[in-house]
C-alpha cells in the first residue's frame, strides 16, 4: 500500500467531509458528557440522602450549581431525542449529514466551553457530599476559638478524636431538651460547631471551670492562660457538668455516667453561653457530619 504524501494526508484531513465526520464525532461526545454528568449528578445527590449528609441538600438545592446541572439534563433530552432521531429517520440524518461544516464547528466549540460547567458541578457535588465543605460560624458558642461570622473547611474523612471541633446536624428529635422545663429550652439551629471533650467509655464533669476526665483533671491546651482564668471566674452551678449524661435512644432518653459507644460528649469553648451536650444531650456519631480543619478569618488562615 503506497503511502500518502503530505498533500494529500493535509487535504484529508482539513477537506470539509472529513471535517464533518470529525466534528460530528466532537459533538457527539460532548452530548454524551452532559449525560454522564447528569447522570452522576442523580446519583450522589440519591447516595447523600441515603448516607444521610445534608449539606448537599442545604447548599445547592435552589443554587447556581443547581441550576447548571438542570441545564444539562435538558441538553441531555435534546441530545438523546436528537440521536434517536439520527438513527431511525432518514430525512433527520441527511440534514444533520448536509448541515454545514461550519456550523457544526461553532456548536462544537460552543459545547466544548459549556460541557466545563456541569463536569466543574459534578465534581464540586460529588466532594461536598462525600470529602470537604465550607460552612459558616453563626453563633459566639466556639469564642475565642471560632469567630462568630468566620467560615471553616470541615472534612468528612478525618476520624473523629478527643479535643476535635466538629460540626454536628442536630434536630429535635435527637436532643434531650424536652426533658427540661419549657421555660428552659431554648431554640436553637440544626448545626452545631461544638469541641469533641468526651468519648465513648469516658467520664465527664465540669465544675468550678476545671474539667475532669475519668477522674483525671485535664489542662485545656487550647485555651490561653487568660482563657482559662475567665472560664473560672464566669463559671456557675448553671453551666457545669456534674457528669450525669443524657441521650437519646430509639426515641427514649436515657441517662449514664459512661459515654455508651456511638455516642460523644461535646461542649463550646464559650462555656456560660454554649448550647451543647449539657442540655441537649449526647451526640450520636451519626450526627456529627466532619472535623473542622481550617478557618478562614479575619486574621487569616487558621489550622486546628
Not at 3 to 27: A, C, P, Q, R
Not at 83 to 95: C, D, E, G, H, S
Request: glycine share 6%; aromatic share 16%; with cysteine.
Amino acid at each position: 500500500m503506497l503511502k500518502k504524501s503530505y498533500l494529500e494526508k493535509y487535504n484529508d484531513e482539513n477537506s470539509d467531509v472529513v471535517g464533518s465526520l470529525t466534528v460530528n464525532k466532537k459533538i457527539f461526545i460532548r452530548f454524551l458528557s452532559f449525560c454522564i454528568c447528569s447522570i452522576l449528578y442523580l446519583i450522589i445527590f440519591a447516595l447523600s440522602k441515603v448516607n444521610g449528609s445534608h449539606d448537599i441538600q442545604t447548599q445547592f438545592v435552589n443554587s447556581f450549581v443547581n441550576s447548571i446541572m438542570i441545564f444539562s439534563f435538558c441538553l441531555s433530552l435534546v441530545f438523546i431525542i436528537g440521536y434517536i432521531l439520527y438513527r431511525f429517520v432518514p430525512t433527520f440524518n441527511k440534514t444533520i449529514d448536509y448541515t454545514s461544516y461550519k456550523i457544526k464547528k461553532m456548536v462544537f466549540v460552543a459545547l466544548d466551553w459549556v460541557v466545563i460547567l456541569p463536569i466543574c458541578a459534578t465534581i464540586a457535588c460529588f466532594s461536598f457530599a462525600f470529602v470537604f465543605t465550607f460552612a459558616q460560624v453563626d453563633g459566639e458558642s466556639m469564642y475565642p476559638t471560632v469567630s462568630n461570622e468566620s467560615t471553616v473547611f470541615v472534612s468528612y474523612l478525618e476520624p473523629i478524636e478527643q479535643f476535635d471541633i466538629v460540626v454536628a446536624y442536630i434536630t429535635e428529635e435527637d436532643s434531650c431538651l424536652e426533658s427540661l422545663p419549657a421555660s428552659q429550652r431554648a431554640l436553637y439551629p440544626e448545626y452545631y460547631i461544638k469541641r469533641v471533650i468526651g468519648v465513648p467509655g469516658d467520664s465527664v464533669t465540669w465544675l468550678n471551670g476545671v474539667l475532669t476526665i475519668n477522674g483525671k483533671i485535664i489542662d485545656e491546651y487550647y485555651f490561653d492562660e487568660l482563657t482559662k482564668v475567665d472560664l473560672k471566674e464566669k463559671w456557675t452551678t448553671s453551666t457545669g457538668f456534674d457528669g450525669k449524661f443524657q441521650y437519646k435512644e430509639n426515641g427514649e432518653i436515657k441517662t449514664t455516667y459512661i459515654i455508651p459507644e456511638g455516642y460523644y460528649f461535646v461542649m463550646g469553648d464559650h462555656r456560660d453561653v454554649s448550647i451543647d451536650s449539657r442540655r441537649i444531650g449526647l451526640v450520636h456519631e451519626k450526627n456529627i457530619e466532619g472535623v473542622v480543619k481550617f478557618e478562614f478569618g479575619d486574621s487569616g488562615i487558621v489550622r486546628f
